[in-house]
């Protein structure tokens, strides 16, 4: 499996605990996150992440800034990319289950990084429900 990942500045710690974790199980991962803490503008680090998935070129992506928003926001502008943001592993496990999400937006500085582990190992190993669901994914595109 492949993930992308990107982070603006106030990510970047949760960026390089969640890659180590990816690593530990044999995710490779495409990162296109800053590396600093200087500031930086999210929509540099997401867009790549948005088009990766947009393509297929990875399974899902990760995104991190500091409310979660404005990386959302900007993946979502992406056709097939369904991005949430989410605050506990109960919102993730929805989010896969009900809505197919294919990217996770993380809000670093509302989270704790365990917190954030947790939630990226939810997401990947929940699954879209389908059935009743399906029919309402398909709905969310703008065509």
């Known amino acids: 499996m492949k993930i992308a990942i990107g982070n603006d500045h106030a990510g970047t710690e949760y960026k390089l605990a ?3 974790l990816l ?3 044999s995710i490779e ?3 296109y996150g800053t590396d600093g803490t200087d ?3 999210y929509p540099d680090f997401v867009h790549p992440v948005a088009k990766e998935v947009e393509e297929g070129t990875v399974a899902y992506g990760i995104i991190i800034c500091g409310s979660g928003n404005g990386a959302s926001m900007t993946a979502n502008k992406h056709q097939k990319v369904r991005c949430a943001l989410c605050w506990t592993k109960e919102i993730v496990a929805l989010a896969r289950e009900h809505n197919d999400a294919n990217i996770l937006s993380l809000p670093a500085r509302y989270i704790s990084l365990p917190q954030a582990l947790e939630m990226v190992k939810t ?3 929940t699954d879209f429900e389908g ?3 399906e029919r309402r994914v ?3 595109p703008c065509s």
């Open 18 to 20: 969640i890659m180590g």
């Open 23 to 25: 690593k530990s199980m």
């Open 29 to 31: 991962v495409m990162n």
């Open 39 to 41: 500031s930086v503008d």
């Open 123 to 125: 997401f990947l190993e």
């Open 131 to 133: 059935g009743r669901h």
């Open 138 to 140: 398909e709905k969310i």
